[in-house]
């Protein structure tokens, strides 16, 4: 051929004699939004890999995504309205399931599974108001209120709260995230002064926002750590602890406003330390 040879490159990696790029980017893609890819290593389609166990999903997801122009908010769209995607959790018959398929590698149900490092980062300066709303630009400081894609990444000088969360280090290729779980990640959500920041905006927007009626602003700091609103028991719980936590305080020397503010830090702490705030169900 006459033509540039990257031009050439570029032709035979979507041509349609090589399904292999489709394939590889529908896992991605399944990866992305299941928790877990058709295929289990996203970043090895060898021949020494374990059989995806759908492979007929995988190839009829690839052959329409390329037949449809190659457009990824079509495929996130097939996916996210498909009945496979939006079971829950849980399951009654989960046991008859698990003896059919240990393995799950059959989706009967959604993977629970952790937020990453930047959802965790961005879930918490939502709940709290201050995530700003911006498309594309230069990257920002590691304490700006912007999406985490949007954060410098420096190899010297890292965000605590992504590093603690198993962000990749930018230096590897990183084809699915490590998922740990340490003691630093607790004590961090405790006790890092970016969190407690995030708790104190919290209870001031939910108070201010619910014109200080306490009911309104616990069923508004609910609904904005979890997207709903609490039961009439979490209601009067959350009513509960904040008179224990002010009477507390009180009895320790605290003036009656200050012990109510720090009661109210200490209910939007807890629900962005909850697992219903970390984890996806």
Same mark, same amino acid.
């Given at each position: ?43 090895d ?37 498909s ?17 059919l ?17 930047? +959802?965790?980062? #961005? $879930?918490?300066? %939502? *709940? ?6 911006? @498309? ?5 400081? !590691?304490?700006a ?19 603690a ?36 905006t ?7 926002a ?26 009067e ?6 008179? +224990?936590q002010? #009477? $507390?305080?009180? %009895? *320790? ?6 012990? @109510? ?5 200490? !209910? ?14």
């Amino acid at each position: 051929s006459d033509e540039p040879r990257r031009v050439a490159l570029a032709r035979w990696i979507v041509s349609n004699e090589n399904p292999l790029t489709a394939r590889v980017i529908v896992n991605r893609v399944w990866l992305a939004l299941m928790g877990r890819g058709l295929v289990d290593s996203p970043t090895d389609f060898g021949r020494m890999t374990r059989t995806p166990a759908m492979p007929e999903l995988l190839d009829f997801l690839a052959d329409r995504w390329r037949r449809e122009g190659w457009s990824l908010k079509r495929l996130v769209r097939q996916i996210v309205t498909s009945a496979t995607y939006r079971q829950a959790s849980v399951r009654a018959d989960e046991e008859a399931c698990l003896s059919l398929d240990p393995d799950r590698n059959y989706v009967w149900r959604a993977e629970r599974r952790r937020l990453d490092a930047g +959802q965790i980062r #961005d $879930a918490m300066l %939502a *709940a709290s108001g201050e995530l700003t709303s911006r @498309r594309g630009g230069p990257s920002s400081e !590691l304490d700006a209120p912007v999406r985490s894609v949007y954060l410098q990444v420096m190899r010297n000088r890292r965000e605590p709260l992504l590093d603690a969360f198993d962000f990749p280090d930018r230096i590897r290729s990183c084809g699915s995230r490590n998922v740990t779980t340490s003691p630093l990640q607790a004590l961090l959500l405790m006790n890092h002064p970016w969190t407690l920041a995030r708790a104190t905006t919290m209870s001031r927007q939910v108070r201010s926002a619910a014109g200080y009626r306490e009911e309104a602003a616990v069923d508004l700091a609910f609904r904005s750590s979890f997207g709903r609103s609490p039961t009439a028991d979490e209601t009067e719980a959350g009513l509960a602890f904040l008179r +224990q936590q002010s #009477d $507390a305080a009180v %009895a *320790a020397g605290r003036s009656i406003e200050a012990a @109510r503010d720090d009661a109210w830090i200490d !209910l939007c702490h807890g629900l962005l330390n909850s697992n219903e705030f970390l984890f996806l169900d």
